[in-house]
């Protein structure tokens, strides 16, 4: 199912991942962000492009971020601030700020409330979008930490027997780690496939499978088709009959998380931005470090080795492919689409800036 968004080997341009870096924190600078906030966005958004998120890569997100800084959604240059705190817990206003630099400091903020508190959680309001789930909620492992940080997406998902968007998209990010075996690393929106999926389907041709998406009046289409014009994303489980109250009620205890409870509003009606959440949990203040990583090593170690049902090539678990990826990627460079390239290097002149990427 993932090959379909995939570039297809013949024609994808592979760029080092330090030079896609380099490129794209170059961007944010130009177009005013200072020296650390670009740094951060260009790291966001390479960790979903090192790790096969290419979803939430420069792929699909530059573009939007160019519009919105332009445009003056985005505030490259955010200075938050806490607004409300208490010791285990505090919301920080964005300031318009990508969630890509606001989040990583969201979530170590979270960090060294846990480290405190044995457990740390921050909203953020006011922000706008964050990449990732995973790269956020990943920052927590090598403190010993779980993480877990969600955001309220555009909305574009009808609810189950719904005619209309009224739902996020609502991805959840989830990371902990393990000892020998690559963290549990689990980042899914809370439809039926990422939105963003979607607009790589309709780049590269592919069809969507059944269940995905609707019609544009809420009819589950439930046969594989190319995109249509205009449709409806579904949330998880496609239709009532194999479970989509489940990622509908998810949506929306994201949507509560995420966007309610730091002050932003519910998705359908936001006062301001987009919320978010950060969460860590130290290890150490429920159970013993060292037996909490044997006992993942054991657990994953078991699921990866389980013997694979007829017709499938193994049992993964969330994290392990996003890992085996980044292997890959470090030495081969990361596969984007000749018309990725293409506007990175339109980009790049129109900013008069240095361009050391590959010929598309």
């Not at 998705?267 to 060292?290: K, S």
């Amino acid at each position: 199912m993932l090959d379909r968004f995939r570039v297809p080997d013949d024609i994808a341009v592979r760029v080092p991942p330090e030079t896609m870096k380099a490129a794209v924190t170059r961007i944010f600078e130009a177009l005013g962000s200072p020296p650390a906030d670009a740094d951060r966005c260009a790291e966001t958004l390479l960790y979903a492009d090192r790790r096969g998120i290419d979803s939430h890569g420069v792929s699909n997100m530059m573009r939007a971020y160019v519009a919105g800084i332009r445009g003056g959604a985005i505030n490259p240059a955010p200075e938050w601030r806490v607004i409300r705190e208490a010791e285990a817990v505090a919301t920080i206003d964005s300031d318009a700020g990508l969630g890509l630099t606001v989040g990583p400091q969201a979530m170590d903020l979270a960090i060294e409330k846990a480290r405190r508190c044995g457990v740390g959680a921050v909203a953020v309001t006011n922000g706008r979008h964050f990449g990732a789930a995973a790269f956020h909620a990943h920052r927590a492992v090598p403190h010993g930490m779980i993480g877990i940080a969600t955001t309220v997406g555009g909305r574009q998902v009808a609810p189950t027997h719904g005619s209309r968007a009224m739902i996020g998209l609502n991805p959840l990010g989830v990371a902990v780690p393990a000892r020998e075996e690559p963290p549990f690393v689990f980042d899914a929106s809370m439809s039926s496939v990422a939105g963003n999926k979607i607009r790589l389907a309709r780049r590269l041709g592919a069809s969507v499978l059944p269940g995905w998406i609707a019609e544009r009046d809420g009819t589950p289409i439930m046969e594989e088709r190319p995109v249509p014009d205009e449709f409806l994303m579904l949330p998880v489980g496609g239709t009532r009959e194999i479970g989509s109250h489940k990622g509908y009620s998810l949506a929306l205890m994201v949507d509560v998380l995420s966007g309610v409870l730091a002050g932003t509003g519910p998705g359908i009606a936001p006062r301001q931005g987009v919320g978010h959440h950060f969460l860590a949990y130290r290890i150490d203040a429920f159970t013993d470090l060292e037996t909490f990583r044997d006992d993942m090593d054991q657990y994953l170690r078991a699921l990866r080795e389980c013997e694979p049902a007829p017709g499938a090539e193994r049992v993964r678990y969330a994290g392990l492919l996003a890992h085996e990826t980044e292997l890959e990627r470090a030495a081969r460079g990361i596969p984007y689409h000749p018309e990725v390239v293409d506007w990175f290097h339109e980009i790049l002149a129109e900013l008069s800036l240095p361009d050391e990427l590959p010929a598309a």
